[in-house]
């Protein structure tokens, strides 16, 4: 594991390269984020490891059509008949690894940093990507130049969907726009690479580069060879201290009879990279960098959506390959938006996914490629509400609640308690039962092969955990409103919570049982999913029952990295998420720890402890380890999806997840407030 030092005055994140192993620094990633769901992405090593890294993967038709334009760059230095190289490549079968010959220290703020020694020359190049669109800055300052060098840097450009990967068959050409370059594929993409250099010579060159290996997507069991076109290479003298540009652009493309001459103008563009100070809430937080790294990583997964040529605001669920998941969204936004009192972008999430209701269910997920929303889920309609209901509470904006949510919320629940699809409704004793063998309608939707590794049909404990919650809602709202509504679901509630300590308390084992199937047999297997009974605001549940799920769920399931899905003790229990797609499926809710899940322990955790001040001493050493893997593992500044159930407990699945940096939001000021 790599370490790292920190200054908060300048927000920066200092790494020390030398001596490292080049394990270490291929395994720890670096991000640069937009508002349009683009990013710049890589390794310390400045190593492409994945199919998803790239200086530049811009947004089409924002967050969705993602394209890996700018792959990487060759960069090269000659003095004195000597060559040398900034970068490092890994071919299949060979890694070329010259350029950690020269790079002495990695550094991240605004952007990224690689500082070099070329022993000719001291320099330090620099990534930004513009905050408002799909544009990178790649910076070259020669601090020192102690003799004179010839620098040359070649554009290795894939403009493919970020899924996919390129070959060599696929038509590429570059056409000269003014003082840019414009590289576009005749292969269906609507989308052109501008690329503009105007301190060095381009010379045009047309290459195929071939076999590009990205080791992770080796090691997940999927295609990982990748040939990249290069359309000519930028070529400079360097005599003295000076600072070069590249710049690159993705864009639609225009009817190439209307080319018209590209000019970007550095100054005012660099200028733009000083990035807006968020004015975060709480004044005393602000001296506090533990905070501000949070609301740093925060703001990386708010972005816009565009619907109907107006933009909204959404939440992506993760990097590199998540959009914005219903599910993820709404667990993510109390941290993400309601902790930082961006009430606004909250409002405006809020409202997007009510926008979308359909038959009483909201949105899955959006499509990747900008189709029909996905309606797969029987518990993203119940965050919503809960989402919805914290809004509320958070921001006191009745009037929104009223007009733009209150309406959709009826509509969820109504629609859950009188039926619709996946046979979703309230049973007879009031819980909610859905799906089948063959669905995957829970948070623990891992299927593969047509097999659903954890089906959990029927009547699930978290789903009625947020049924009971929501309806305990629509009774407190009505309660000085409405004496009828009020009535209605106060009643109803009762009838739930009646039922839910009758069905899920399971006397023998002391805990909750996970699921209930149609045909009343109970699926007793030690999950986490039974937390959520006890952290959200309203739990069905006496104290001293609370008391006992914190405790066996600390003991059994509490890592330093969240929560396991399933006992170790449990014969079906998977300790490693690793392999092809299979084996990694198999594993995701069969014992993988989930960072999220450290959010509603740690509520539940303080709830049953009556927030007194050693349960909050000892909530802050739960949470400690993710705060430290935010500094030196994983993808730095930010939080992984998941981390093996075995120890050392490596980090896995998408490297900066949304919901991850939500929850350790929330319990950081649970624990601080």
């Not at 890294?53 to 000597?82: C, Q």
């Not at 414009?182 to 010579?201: I, P, S």
């Not at 189709?371 to 029987?378: A, E, K, L, R, V």
Request: one cysteine or more; aromatic letters at 12%.
């Amino acid at each position: 594991m790599l370490t790292s030092t920190y200054d908060a005055g300048k927000q920066t994140q200092r790494f020390s390269v030398k001596g490292r192993s080049m394990e270490d620094l291929l395994n720890t990633e670096w991000l640069l984020c937009n508002s349009r769901g683009g990013f710049s992405s890589g390794t310390i090593a400045s190593c492409n490891t994945r199919r998803y890294h790239g200086l530049l993967v811009g947004s089409l038709n924002p967050p969705a059509n993602r394209v890996v334009s700018l792959s990487a760059l060759r960069e090269v230095v000659i003095a004195d008949k000597d060559q040398g190289e900034l970068g490092n490549f890994t071919f299949d079968g060979y890694m070329s690894d010259r350029g950690m010959k020269y790079l002495v220290a990695f550094r991240k703020d605004r952007g990224v940093h690689f500082d070099y020694d070329l022993g000719v020359a001291e320099l330090t190049k620099s990534v930004y990507l513009m905050p408002d669109s799909d544009a990178v800055a790649v910076v070259y300052d020669f601090v020192r130049v102690y003799s004179p060098l010839e620098f040359s840097i070649r554009p290795l450009v894939a403009m493919r969907d970020f899924h996919a990967l390129q070959k060599s068959q696929t038509p590429l050409r570059a056409i000269s726009r003014g003082k840019a370059w414009a590289v576009r594929t005749d292969a269906g993409y609507t989308g052109e690479l501008l690329l503009q250099n105007d301190k060095m010579q381009y010379t045009p060159d047309s290459q195929w580069w071939f076999n590009f290996c990205y080791c992770v997507e080796q090691q997940r069991g999927q295609d990982y060879l990748e040939d990249l076109w290069s359309p000519g290479y930028y070529q400079s003298r360097i005599e003295s201290p000076q600072q070069i540009v590249l710049w690159a652009g993705l864009e639609r493309c225009v009817d190439p009879d209307q080319l018209v001459e590209v000019d970007i103008d550095p100054d005012i563009a660099l200028d733009a990279l000083r990035l807006r100070e968020i004015d975060w809430q709480g004044q005393e937080r602000r001296s506090q960098h533990i905070w501000r790294r949070l609301c740093n990583a925060a703001s990386q997964f708010i972005v816009e959506r565009r619907i109907e040529g107006r933009s909204t605001p959404t939440i992506l669920a993760g990097y590199p390959w998540f959009l914005d998941w219903g599910r993820d969204t709404f667990i993510s936004l109390p941290g993400l938006l309601l902790c930082t009192g961006r009430f606004q972008e909250a409002a405006g999430v809020l409202k997007t996914f009510a926008h979308a209701v359909d038959e009483g269910m909201i949105p899955n997920r959006f499509d990747d490629y900008g189709n029909d929303p996905h309606y797969n889920s029987i518990d993203a309609s119940l965050w919503f509400v809960h989402a919805a209901f914290s809004f509320l509470q958070a921001s006191g904006d009745e009037e929104t609640f009223r007009k733009k949510l209150l309406p959709a919320i009826r509509y969820v629940m109504e629609s859950y308690r009188k039926g619709t699809r996946f046979g979703i409704h309230a049973d007879e004793d009031g819980l909610i039962t859905g799906g089948d063998e063959q669905t995957q309608l829970t948070w623990m939707d891992a299927k593969c092969g047509g097999v659903a590794f954890t089906p959990r049909y029927g009547k699930a404990i978290e789903i009625n955990a947020l049924w009971y919650n929501g309806l305990q809602n629509l009774a407190e709202f009505y309660k000085a409103r409405n004496e009828d509504e009020t009535r209605f679901y106060g009643e109803f509630a009762e009838k739930v919570a009646n039922s839910f300590r009758r069905l899920f308390w399971n006397s023998e084992t002391e805990y909750l049982n996970d699921c209930i199937l149609p045909d009343g047999r109970a699926d007793s297997s030690l999950r986490p999913n039974q937390i959520w009974a006890v952290s959200l605001p309203h739990s069905p549940l006496p104290f001293n029952w609370q008391q006992r799920i914190v405790d066996v769920v600390e003991r059994e399931l509490l890592t330093p990295y969240g929560l396991r899905t399933l006992s170790r003790h449990d014969p079906r229990y998977i300790g490693r998420y690793e392999g092809d797609q299979m084996s990694r499926d198999r594993a995701y809710h069969q014992g993988t720890v989930w960072s999220h899940l450290i959010g509603p322990f740690i509520e539940a955790f303080l709830r049953v402890h009556r927030f007194d001040k050693v349960s909050r001493e000892e909530a802050g050493g739960f949470l400690q380890p993710l705060l430290d893997h935010m500094d030196n593992q994983g993808c730095i500044g930010t939080i992984s999806e998941i981390f093996d159930g075995d120890e050392p407990h490596t980090p896995r699945g998408a490297f900066a997840q949304a919901w991850s940096v939500a929850e350790v939001m929330r319990a950081y000021q649970l624990v601080n407030g």
